[in-house]
């Protein structure tokens, strides 16, 4: 895919972040963070223009953004979850909400819901050990997930949930 396959608003993100961080030692992931911060994916168009302004391969940032599961390559749904598969997490029931996410979106980790409301994504930690199951629904941690309690956050679209950043119990 060419860079021409951008939309002028990801040409511009794409222009606008290695201008910011392009001055950096080791400048390619942070680019690769802002964009994704920005336009919710990395569009596969921003290869080309990534290489040549960080001077750079193709296939080094090609490969720097296939390795990382953080960087999606396909746009997001439009709440994403979250959700933690680290040992504490697992040790308190997270394979369970897992399984019941999975099935309830109707979607494998990675992907988003036939209706584009959803993507269901793994996190190896999110620093609530304590509080597990834990998962974040559009960056809004929340704590002790059931999957009664997952299918009443999504009933509220998470945004009836605390404020971004707040634990809920």
């Not at 609530?128 to 929340?142: E, F, M, Q, T, Y």
Request: net charge negative; charged share 15%.
């Amino acid at each position: 895919m060419q860079a021409q396959s951008l939309t002028g608003a990801q040409h511009a993100a794409v222009l606008e972040s290695v201008a910011a961080l392009g001055h950096l030692q080791g400048a390619l992931l942070p680019v690769l963070h802002a964009i994704q911060d920005r336009l919710g994916w990395v569009p596969p168009g921003v290869v080309p223009l990534l290489a040549t302004g960080l001077n750079l391969s193709r296939a080094e940032v090609h490969g720097v953004l296939t390795f990382y599961h953080w960087f999606r390559q396909s746009p997001p749904g439009r709440q994403v979850v979250h959700l933690c598969r680290a040992e504490a997490c697992q040790a308190v029931g997270a394979a369970a909400l897992e399984a019941h996410a999975r099935q309830r979106l109707g979607v494998e980790l990675h992907g988003t819901s036939a209706d584009g409301r959803y993507t269901l994504e793994p996190v190896y930690c999110l620093g609530n050990c304590a509080c597990g199951p834990s998962l974040l629904i559009d960056g809004v941690l929340h704590a002790r997930v059931t999957p009664e309690r997952f299918d009443a956050l999504l009933g509220e679209g998470a945004a009836g949930g605390p404020a971004a950043g707040e634990a809920t119990p």
